[in-house]
């Protein structure tokens, strides 16, 4: 953290002690569990191209009440878009990703419940959304990969078929899937703002459908039925799918993250198989 970041921490919260260090490592996102004055709080921080903060904050000054004002989500104590730096309440609970929850369907009803919660607060029409997800796909096929020739191919020649022009927008969590619920006695709470944004509502299903729902789809009808129905539209699912195969696969050999880079290899070979 930067000496105006922590000069921005101290100013809300006075002295801190930290508690623990929860960053992930891939991105200059820091994020700190601290205790002040016997209560904790989560400080996050980014570095000067950061641009998850800006977004984290955007969210929580517009867009959370309908998760805070039921405990499902930390509450914002402090903000500064400039200096890439913000602290919340200190939310308690154990990361459903990796745990027995990550397998338990009423964890996914409750997450189609909030995402509905979430979704159904405002809808944008985005003139340019079409264009804007095909120039996306290229972006990261243009981008070093190691992406097979034969399916590069395969995705250009699908891309110029997509549509153009816009499409009806929400405001989306961006990763929506266990490793950003908690599971506090089993209440889902949930966590880390950093990609939201107003997108299609079948980008915060399509991270899910690659991974959980594709493992069990008990957990897939669970989801749907706190949702309260299926928004995906079928051609906008396959572009969105498509989209998330090549960017992952992208970014992580961008990271040198390669597990994560054999999901998205994984994804690409279940959309083109022959």
């Known amino acids: 953290m930067s000496v105006e970041q922590r000069a921005c921490v101290n100013s809300w919260l006075g002295e801190v002690r930290v508690i623990a260090d929860h960053s992930w490592g891939q991105t ?32 929580h000054r517009r867009w959370t009440g309908p998760w805070v ?22 939310l308690p609970g154990i990361l459903v990703e990796g745990s027995s929850a990550q397998q338990d369907p009423d964890m996914y009803r409750q997450a189609g419940t909030r ?28 981008m070093p990969h190691r992406i097979a020739s034969e399916t590069v191919k395969r995705v250009r020649s699908e891309l110029a078929g ?18 950003n619920w908690l599971n506090d006695g089993g ?3 949930v966590i880390d703002l950093g990609r939201f ?9 399509v991270r899910l459908g690659r991974q959980d729902f594709l493992s069990d789809p008990a957990l897939e009808a669970a989801f749907l039925d706190g949702y309260g129905s299926d928004p995906r539209d079928r051609g906008m699912w396959r572009r969105m799918n498509v989209a998330e195969a090549v960017g992952t696969a992208a970014w992580a050999f961008m990271v040198g993250d390669q597990a994560f880079e054999a999901v998205g290899h994984s994804h690409l070979a279940r959309l083109y198989t022959a």
């Not at 985005?126 to 996306?136: A, F």
């Not at 997509?162 to 490793?179: E, L, Y």
């Not at 944004?197 to 299903?205: G, K, M, Q, Y």
């Open 197 to 205: 944004d107003f997108r299609v509502p079948e980008e915060d299903f």
């Open 162 to 179: 997509w549509p153009t022009g816009g499409a009806m927008t929400v405001p989306t969590h961006g990763d929506w899937q266990p490793r």
């Open 28 to 59: 200059d996102t820091v994020v700190i569990e601290v205790e002040s004055q016997a209560a904790r709080f989560i400080v996050k921080a980014g570095g000067e191209k950061n641009g998850h903060i800006a977004r984290e904050i955007r969210a």
């Open 115 to 142: 995402l509905a919660d979430f979704h159904s607060q405002q809808q944008v029409f985005d003139l340019q959304w079409n264009d804007n997800l095909r120039k996306r796909v290229l972006r990261f096929l243009d």
């Open 187 to 189: 209440v889902l709470r």
């Open 69 to 90: 004002s039921k405990g499902h989500a930390a509450r914002l104590i402090g903000a500064d878009e400039a200096a890439r730096v913000l602290v919340t309440t200190y």
